[in-house]
Protein backbone atom coordinates (compact mmCIF):
# COMPACT_ATOMS: atom_id res chain seq x y z
CA UNK A 1 0.00 0.00 0.00
CA UNK A 2 1.17 3.27 -0.52
CA UNK A 3 0.34 7.01 1.45
CA UNK A 4 1.16 10.05 -0.35
CA UNK A 5 0.65 13.44 1.34
CA UNK A 6 0.15 16.70 -0.59
CA UNK A 7 -0.01 20.30 1.04
CA UNK A 8 -1.49 23.70 0.34
CA UNK A 9 -0.04 26.57 2.62
CA UNK A 10 -1.57 29.80 2.87
CA UNK A 11 1.49 31.55 3.18
CA UNK A 12 4.76 32.60 3.90
CA UNK A 13 4.07 32.63 7.92
CA UNK A 14 2.44 29.34 7.48
CA UNK A 15 5.07 27.96 4.98
CA UNK A 16 7.54 28.71 7.69
CA UNK A 17 5.88 26.80 10.64
CA UNK A 18 4.67 23.60 8.38
CA UNK A 19 7.66 23.13 5.76
CA UNK A 20 9.56 20.78 8.14
CA UNK A 21 6.64 19.21 9.26
CA UNK A 22 5.19 18.20 6.25
CA UNK A 23 8.59 17.01 5.25
CA UNK A 24 8.88 14.53 8.64
CA UNK A 25 4.95 13.12 8.22
CA UNK A 26 5.32 12.55 4.51
CA UNK A 27 8.86 10.59 5.84
CA UNK A 28 6.72 8.95 8.29
CA UNK A 29 3.86 8.05 6.34
CA UNK A 30 5.95 5.92 3.93
CA UNK A 31 6.58 3.91 7.07
CA UNK A 32 3.09 2.01 5.74
CA UNK A 33 3.63 -0.59 3.38
CA UNK A 34 1.48 -3.49 4.48
CA UNK A 35 -1.36 -4.13 2.57
CA UNK A 36 -4.93 -3.89 4.81
CA UNK A 37 -7.40 -3.81 1.57
CA UNK A 38 -7.66 -6.70 -1.14
CA UNK A 39 -9.66 -3.52 -2.78
CA UNK A 40 -8.11 -0.24 -2.17
CA UNK A 41 -4.08 0.33 -2.02
CA UNK A 42 -3.15 4.21 -2.17
CA UNK A 43 -4.19 6.64 0.62
CA UNK A 44 -3.97 10.20 -0.76
CA UNK A 45 -3.90 12.47 2.02
CA UNK A 46 -4.00 16.30 1.77
CA UNK A 47 -3.15 18.86 4.25
CA UNK A 48 -4.17 22.75 3.99
CA UNK A 49 -3.25 25.26 5.77
CA UNK A 50 -4.68 28.37 6.27
CA UNK A 51 -1.84 31.14 6.46
CA UNK A 52 -1.55 34.93 5.89
CA UNK A 53 -2.22 34.71 2.03
CA UNK A 54 -4.79 32.25 1.90
CA UNK A 55 -7.47 31.65 4.68
CA UNK A 56 -9.91 28.44 3.62
CA UNK A 57 -13.35 28.92 4.28
CA UNK A 58 -13.66 25.43 6.15
CA UNK A 59 -13.79 24.72 9.43
CA UNK A 60 -9.92 22.88 10.94
CA UNK A 61 -11.19 19.24 10.92
CA UNK A 62 -11.31 16.43 8.02
CA UNK A 63 -13.32 16.89 4.62
CA UNK A 64 -13.80 15.75 1.43
CA UNK A 65 -13.25 11.80 1.63
CA UNK A 66 -13.90 10.15 -1.38
CA UNK A 67 -13.31 6.65 -2.40
CA UNK A 68 -12.16 5.70 -6.14
CA UNK A 69 -12.98 2.43 -6.59
CA UNK A 70 -11.68 1.59 -10.37
CA UNK A 71 -8.54 3.42 -9.44
CA UNK A 72 -7.62 1.72 -5.82
CA UNK A 73 -7.38 4.79 -4.14
CA UNK A 74 -9.29 6.38 -1.34
CA UNK A 75 -8.12 10.32 -0.51
CA UNK A 76 -9.20 12.79 2.12
CA UNK A 77 -8.30 16.37 3.32
CA UNK A 78 -7.20 17.98 6.87
CA UNK A 79 -7.89 21.63 6.81
CA UNK A 80 -6.06 23.57 9.70
CA UNK A 81 -6.97 27.13 10.74
CA UNK A 82 -4.58 29.72 11.69
CA UNK A 83 -5.72 28.00 15.48
CA UNK A 84 -3.82 25.60 15.08
CA UNK A 85 -0.56 26.96 14.50
CA UNK A 86 -0.97 30.87 15.36
CA UNK A 87 1.17 31.62 18.49
CA UNK A 88 1.72 28.04 19.42
CA UNK A 89 4.54 26.27 20.40
CA UNK A 90 6.26 23.39 17.91
CA UNK A 91 4.85 20.84 20.15
CA UNK A 92 1.31 21.58 20.57
CA UNK A 93 1.17 21.96 16.58
CA UNK A 94 2.96 18.35 16.38
CA UNK A 95 0.24 16.95 18.88
CA UNK A 96 -2.45 18.47 16.63
CA UNK A 97 -0.90 17.30 13.48
CA UNK A 98 -0.95 13.81 14.83
CA UNK A 99 -4.43 14.04 16.19
CA UNK A 100 -5.75 15.51 12.72
CA UNK A 101 -3.87 12.81 10.64
CA UNK A 102 -5.35 9.83 13.23
CA UNK A 103 -8.78 11.37 13.08
CA UNK A 104 -8.52 11.45 9.26
CA UNK A 105 -7.69 7.75 8.99
CA UNK A 106 -10.58 6.74 11.60
CA UNK A 107 -12.63 8.62 8.73
CA UNK A 108 -11.27 6.52 6.01
CA UNK A 109 -11.84 3.41 7.86
CA UNK A 110 -15.50 4.47 8.29
CA UNK A 111 -15.94 5.69 4.48
CA UNK A 112 -14.85 2.67 3.47
CA UNK A 113 -16.59 0.33 5.87
CA UNK A 114 -19.61 2.87 4.48
CA UNK A 115 -19.36 1.47 1.20
CA UNK A 116 -18.65 -1.93 1.94
CA UNK A 117 -15.25 -2.07 1.62
CA UNK A 118 -13.26 -4.57 3.49
CA UNK A 119 -10.64 -3.01 5.16
CA UNK A 120 -8.36 -4.18 8.26
CA UNK A 121 -8.96 -1.16 10.22
CA UNK A 122 -7.67 -2.31 13.48
CA UNK A 123 -4.84 -3.14 12.07
CA UNK A 124 -4.25 0.18 9.87
CA UNK A 125 -5.16 2.54 12.91
CA UNK A 126 -2.64 0.82 15.21
CA UNK A 127 -0.20 1.21 12.54
CA UNK A 128 -0.49 4.80 12.30
CA UNK A 129 -0.82 5.43 15.69
CA UNK A 130 2.59 3.09 16.31
CA UNK A 131 4.93 3.24 13.26
CA UNK A 132 3.44 6.68 12.00
CA UNK A 133 2.99 8.92 14.91
CA UNK A 134 5.28 7.56 17.07
CA UNK A 135 8.19 8.32 14.74
CA UNK A 136 6.49 11.83 13.28
CA UNK A 137 6.56 12.35 17.17
CA UNK A 138 9.80 11.07 17.38
CA UNK A 139 11.44 13.42 14.92
CA UNK A 140 10.19 16.68 15.84
CA UNK A 141 9.87 16.61 19.35
Do not use: C
Not at 70 to 76: H, P
Not at 78 to 91: A, S
Not at 97 to 126: H, M, T
Amino acid sequence: MEVTLTSQIGGLDAGEVFRPINIQLRRSLKLITDNYSEIIDHFKLQMRVSGSVTVYKEDTGVHYLRVMKKLKYISGEIILGKEVWENKTNTEIVISVSEYVVLLFENLIAKLKQQQIDIDGVRLLDDVNNIVIKDFMKKLL
